[in-house]
């Protein structure tokens, strides 16, 4: 039964650094396929793509907000950690950690989601 | 930077057929995905690779890919349908790009 659960502070300050933790079971990201990856949503808009860290370590990241975010990730844990400088008040969202398998060169779809964290970014 | 774009909404009566397209800035076009989210829920899976579904996903959702645009189809609405809909895919990068959504509503 896979699972992931995010973790991390449900308020910030602006100007702050936010770390986000996934803790997943039911896989293994030392498999070869397995990846994580990291999503938001601002209350009442659409989704957004942060993130995602597969397998071989390999990392990729938003264009618009790569300057600021760091995935990474402690296989022995079954953890994804997601760091995000300079928070903003228009960071403030529900940030969600979702499984992706890549199998023949193609990604499977984010098949396995998290419940969510809503993250407020205010003084 | 690629962007992904569907009507902002869509409705039908229960029975009918739902299409929802999106459509790619440009060429070339990754596969597409297909996610359902209803109000305070984490978003479904519904499709993916264009037109592949799920276990457990009902077979009246559907997925088709035309040049540089993909339509979601839900043939035989029933009122549990009724959420958002958010296609996904990915640019040359690696860089996943979602559609702005389309709330559907069963009238």
């Known amino acids: 039964q896979v699972t992931l659960r995010e973790s991390g502070p449900a308020l910030v300050k602006p100007t702050q650094t936010l770390t986000l933790t996934c803790t997943f079971s039911?896989?293994?990201?030392?498999?070869?396929?397995?990846?994580v990856s990291w999503i938001r949503q601002p209350p009442g808009k659409a989704l957004e793509w942060l993130a995602l860290i597969d397998w071989d370590d390999d990392k990729y990241y938003s264009t618009s907000l790569k300057t600021r975010l760091t995935i990474s990730k402690d296989t022995s844990k079954n953890q994804v950690v997601l760091t995000m400088t300079n928070m903003d008040p228009v960071d403030t969202a529900t940030y969600y950690c979702a499984r992706i398998i890549r199998s023949g060169g193609y990604y499977d779809g984010f098949d396995y989601w998290g419940q969510g964290t809503l993250v407020t970014v205010s003084s | 930077s690629y962007e992904l774009t569907q009507p902002p909404s869509v409705s039908v009566s229960p029975g009918q057929t739902a299409r929802i397209t999106c459509s790619a800035d440009a060429l070339p076009k990754q596969y597409a995905y297909w996610y359902q989210q209803k109000p305070g829920q984490a978003p479904v899976l519904v499709i993916y690779k264009d037109s592949e579904r799920p276990s457990g996903i009902p077979e009246r959702f559907s997925g088709s890919s035309s040049g540089t645009t993909v339509t979601l189809t839900i043939s035989g609405v029933q009122a549990e349908d009724e959420a958002d809909y958010y296609c996904q895919s990915a640019d040359s990068s690696g860089s996943w790009v979602f559609g702005g959504g389309t709330k559907l509503t069963v009238l």
């Open positions: 039911g896989f293994s990201l030392s498999t070869s396929g397995m990846c």
